[in-house]
């Protein structure tokens, strides 16, 4: 089960409600829930590293607004402590979130299209800088045209 993190609120639920579900058999007791963070903000790795005590991040990185977070919360840590066992973590590339959030927004504009794809989307030139390419050629592949 992957989760994204911000402020560690979610995941700490997540490996909480997971816990009980595996005592009542509810869910495979093997399932591992898995951290997923966006490359540049490490509050979560840097907590990690300093035994669960809540570290600020070396890194934030404000591609998304709710995993740019300077330090992981005191309650959300003490909860992942005690599950931490059950945890992976694993990072996001910032091209990959960029080029998602695209496809994303691409898929939005598409179905409140009136069936002119002539109007720019709003995020285009923002995320395809980021994705390291041309405004033109990401929303030529994605739209097909």
């Known amino acids: 089960m992957h989760v994204g993190v911000g402020g560690g609120g979610l995941l700490a639920a997540t490996l909480e409600v997971a816990a009980v579900l595996k005592e009542e058999g509810l869910i495979n007791p093997n399932l591992k829930v898995v951290a997923v963070l966006l490359e540049g903000n490490d509050s979560l790795l840097e907590t990690q590293k300093n035994n669960w ?3 600020p991040a070396t890194n934030v990185d404000t591609l998304t607004e709710g995993s ?3 330090q ?3 309650i959300p840590a003490a909860i992942i402590q005690l599950y931490a ?3 992976e973590i694993e990072t996001v590339t910032k091209d990959d979130m ?3 959030l695209l496809a994303i927004e691409n898929r ?5 299209s009136d069936g002119d794809k002539t109007h720019p989307l709003p995020e285009t030139t923002t995320l395809a800088i980021l994705a390291g390419t041309s405004n033109r050629a990401l929303a ?3 739209e097909g045209t």
């Open 72 to 74: 992981i919360g005191d």
């Open 108 to 112: 939005r504009y598409q179905q409140e």
């Open 98 to 100: 960029a080029r998602e």
């Open 85 to 87: 066992e059950h945890l």
């Open 140 to 142: 030529h592949d994605i």
């Open 68 to 70: 740019a977070v300077q």
């Open 53 to 55: 005590v809540p570290s």
